[in-house]
Nanobody, 125 residues
């Protein structure tokens, strides 16, 4: 079992900043990708940003230049620095961790994606 726990959400004025954190813990050998997704009321969940164990990043067009994702591989933790926040950034932000676990001596492995419960970010104008 793997637990994914987010923190750092809250209420912020338009133009302000917030930093989200997410830590994965449990039974796995490696985390391949960690990412942030968000779901606004009445909308589908969308990818905000993700980062591989090698440091390659992906961003949604709507957050490029404003949000920065980073990762501490040793701590199984990913961060999302959000600057220049806008009311349209209001959403529940959820973290995911794609884990890999070796299951036998031949090196066979199982990959599974785990999700946190989410943290609410509210941006007011």
């Amino acid at each position: 079992q793997v637990d994914v726990v987010e923190s750092g959400g809250g209420l912020v004025q338009s133009g302000g900043s917030l930093r989200l954190s997410c830590t994965a813990s449990g039974r796995f050998d490696r985390i391949n990708v960690m990412g942030w997704n968000r779901q606004a009321p009445g909308k589908e969940r969308e990818l905000v940003a993700d980062i591989t164990s090698g440091g390659r990043t992906t961003y949604a067009d709507s957050v490029k230049g404003r949000f920065t994702i980073s990762r501490d591989v040793a701590k199984n933790t990913v961060y999302l620095q959000m600057n220049s926040l806008k009311p349209e950034d209001t959403a529940v932000y959820s973290c995911n961790a794609e884990t890999l676990r070796v299951i036998n001596v031949e090196g066979a492995s199982v990959t599974k994606n785990y999700w946190g419960k989410g943290t609410l970010v509210t941006v007011y104008s």
